[in-house]
């Protein structure tokens, strides 16, 4: 089984800070590029911040100075720190991440979402 897992969402109030993760599951799995989204409900899902294989990131300039992406390869896993929280902010958080097993394949997965609430 390849799957990305999600976790780190929650209820915070504005100005606090929350981290996400995306860690990839199964033998021999590791995660290449990776992006975060997010939607709320009625809102076109949106590209926040994305990190490449080679380390490159991106940022939506409504995060931009706010939220950071990092990943850790020795842990398998991709975080979103995000700092001073807005209740703009509030969404679900899905990430999407190229992933590729050690024998040479790769595939495009998408977590399970997580909701983060920032309340005013």
């Known amino acids: 089984q390849v799957q990305l897992v999600e976790s780190g969402g929650g209820l915070v109030q504005a100005g606090g800070s929350l981290r996400l993760s995306c860690g990839a599951s199964?033998?021999?799995?590791?995660?290449?590029?990776i992006d975060w989204y997010r939607q709320a409900p009625g809102k076109q899902r949106e590209l926040a911040a994305g990190?490449?294989?080679?380390?490159?990131?991106n940022y939506a300039a409504s995060v931009k100075g706010r939220f950071t992406i990092s990943r850790d390869n020795a842990k398998n896993t991709v975080y979103l720190q995000m700092n001073s929280l807005k209740p703009e902010d509030t969404a679900v958080y899905y990430c999407?991440?190229?992933?590729?097993?050690?024998?040479?394949?790769?595939?495009?997965?998408w977590g399970q979402g997580t909701q983060v609430t920032v309340s005013s």
């Open positions: 999407a991440a190229e992933v590729s097993h050690r024998t040479g394949w790769t595939r495009n997965l």
């Open positions: 199964g033998s021999g799995i590791s995660i290449n590029a």
């Open positions: 990190i490449t294989s080679g380390g490159v990131t």
